[in-house]
């Protein structure tokens, strides 16, 4: 019962009195880390909920460090609530994907060109747009190529439609492999016409939303064939830490090996940065390693992520 009035006095505090959390502790004479503690704890049994059409004018403490630490626009920490783990995945996909939308529907106009990167994180958060403006010229653009031969759909082709049924306009696929056996076969592949209008999109795109993988067996990229096992265990003894938009980079964001960066289609990264809203959606802890080097490279400037992941990378 102490804890429980100790929690709606911070609530109190924070979000009613503006008070800092440190002046908070301060006042209550408890420390720094048991008040955000409380707070989150607060959160997480929606104690308090404060919601708003325009997601950039409400940040609580954390978001705040967030930004200031990685130089981001903005920063978005969601929570599944008090959802059992079996419930916390669905959970979570319904608020990463309700923070995404709030943002589109913040930032999309008219003529806007849209980057999306496949896989399943992404498309959840596809499956939940919506809005009632009405945009034109409007394109969606895929960012990487696909894996035909995949065992778990990367949802390419479903994530553009689902963009596209919502804000209108029209999807522009990337007809091409991920990876390709050689740097001859990406040249040919770039000179096709339908290719090389996606890759003429990329230079106009000013939104762009993506997530980052791990470098794991598991990869989607290992699981369709496109890089052999054995591969995998060679990027990350050579350093890799993860892949963005089907990147493979090294801690500090760089090429992790330029003979498979010389064979994958997808849009440059110097390109990617650019880009005027570059939107990093993350589920999960592990793939920490990899978001680090994307937040250090910048190829991030929004960030949407999970609250036991932006715990963890708080806690760092």
């Not at 919601?51 to 978001?63: A, V």
């Not at 200031?68 to 609530?81: E, I, N, Q, R």
């Not at 106009?109 to 959840?124: C, H, L, S």
């Not at 747009?129 to 409007?138: A, F, N």
Request: charged share 30%; net charge neutral.
């Amino acid at each position: 019962m102490v804890r429980d009035h100790l929690k709606l006095e911070v609530v109190r505090l924070y979000y009613l009195e503006n008070l800092s959390q440190s002046q908070i502790a301060k006042q209550m004479d408890i420390s720094r880390s048991y008040v955000s503690k409380l707070l989150i704890e607060a959160r997480k049994e929606k104690l308090i909920e404060i919601r708003s059409s325009n997601p950039w004018l409400i940040e609580t403490e954390e978001e705040k460090y967030l930004r200031k630490k990685y130089g981001l626009k903005k920063a978005f920490m969601v929570s599944a609530g008090r959802k059992k783990e079996d419930g916390k995945k669905e959970a979570y996909y319904q608020e990463l994907g309700r923070v995404l939308n709030d943002i589109l529907n913040a930032i999309v106009k008219d003529g806007d060109t849209i980057g999306v990167a496949w896989g399943r994180t992404i498309y959840e958060c596809s499956k939940r747009l919506s809005t009632e403006q009405e945009y034109k010229d409007i394109k969606v653009v895929q960012l990487c190529g696909g894996l035909s031969q995949n065992q778990n759909s990367t949802f390419s082709g479903e994530i553009s439609k689902n963009f596209v049924s919502v804000l209108g306009g029209d999807a522009y696929a990337m007809t091409a492999p991920a990876i390709v056996e050689n740097k001859a076969y990406k040249d040919i592949f770039l000179k096709e016409h339908g290719i090389s209008q996606v890759m003429q999109l990329w230079e106009n795109m000013n939104i762009a939303v993506f997530t980052v993988g791990k470098c794991e067996q598991q990869s989607s990229l290992v699981r369709s064939g496109y890089i052999p096992e054995e591969m995998i265990e060679h990027l990350k003894n050579t350093g890799a830490v993860g892949e963005v938009c089907t990147h493979f980079i090294d801690k500090e964001g760089r090429c992790a090996n330029q003979d498979l960066e010389d064979r994958t289609i997808a849009v440059p990264m110097e390109q990617l940065k650019k880009c005027e809203f570059r939107i990093a959606v993350i589920l999960g802890e592990k793939r920490l390693e990899t978001l680090r080097a994307v937040l250090h490279a910048g190829y991030a400037n929004v960030l949407i992520i999970d609250e036991e992941a932006a715990e963890k990378l708080i806690q760092e």
